[in-house]
């Protein structure tokens, strides 16, 4: 039987990574075998026939077969928005993720790209890292019309454009209960390219806006601080920790919350919350499916396509790329207020959009079943359509 290999950041303690495979993984068949690249030493159930690969790159793709399928499965893995030394060790993570696809499509396997985010791509090697990558995709789907947009420059077809895998969790049928709980999560600047503000400046004014916020509430707000990326490496966790500080001294109570791969014991923290404002792209996002008031402090482009897609309104959106950054800032206690005593959210969730992801992946699932399992047949025509060819089918 055919077999489905997934690839991403798994198992680094990322919120947002577990987030998309999640969603990714409710819209496949459960008696369909999924085995996940992970990382060593980390384990997580994701149910029956989900099995967690811990061994090398190498290893991994030597599993997979002719009629297999890999998938890149989301996050923003195409893109330049680095400072230089931190883009060269990202060049050469982008140069392993083509290579592996090149040895699957050696094998004879399915590549699929699924619920990227692409951009911003400024320079040559990037350009050619990511047409290179696009050749050996048989499909490709992107989480926001800015990626489509930007592989369209590139001259790369895309199979569909949809929000993000993550925002499969969302349940519409779900009421979510608020306490007096305003949530952040912040990120640190010091790794992008284009900033105009330091990670003190950033911390001391968000600190400053919602003690603002929390003596006019009379000291009855709580702020939860959401590490959203944990771990070793580019961790949340010291700049949020330095907030914790910051309004620990000015007499907030506020509480820290690390993500440890539980995505279910994170959500349950985040639900709780009226406001969240949200640094992190997943922040955003899961603030959306747990239903938040979003304010989004921008640090990358993906954070400003995600607010066009939920139309969420501009003086929600503080982008920290901007000369006059810290300005934005300084109104934010008056913006939590307006929103903690709100009673509608400040953007639109895209159900029906989510409900036509669900059933397109499904889809596209069974479409990459049916061409895998059946690779030299012609497929029957459907009433009003030719036969067609099914290994016929061109890459991208």
Known sequence: MSKLFILGHFGGFNTGDEAMLGGYLSTLPDNYHVTIKYKNGVDVNWGHNRTLFHGSYTDFIRSIGP?????LCGGTHYHDDYNPVRLLRHWLYLARINYLFARAKRRGASTHCIGNGFGPIRRGITRFLTRQFASRCDEITVRDGSSARMLASLGIRTTLTHPDLAMLLHDPGKTVPKE?????SLTSLQAQQDKAISDDALVNTVADELTAFSVTEKGSVRVRLFVIRSGQRESDEPIMQQLHQRLQQRGVAS???VFANDLNALLAQMQACRVLLASRFHSAVLGAVTQNRLVILSYHQKLRALAEEINLPPRYVIDLQRSDALRQLA?????????YWGRTLNYTFPEAAISRLANQLRSLHEESIDIRVHPHLRRSAQ???PATQTAAKSGL
């Open 331 to 339: 109104g934010l206690s008056t913006t939590v207020s307006d929103l």
């Open 180 to 184: 007096n709980i305003v949530g952040v």
């Open 383 to 385: 009433p009003g359509k």
């Open 67 to 71: 009629d297999d399928t890999l998938v």
């Open 255 to 257: 509480e820290v919350y």
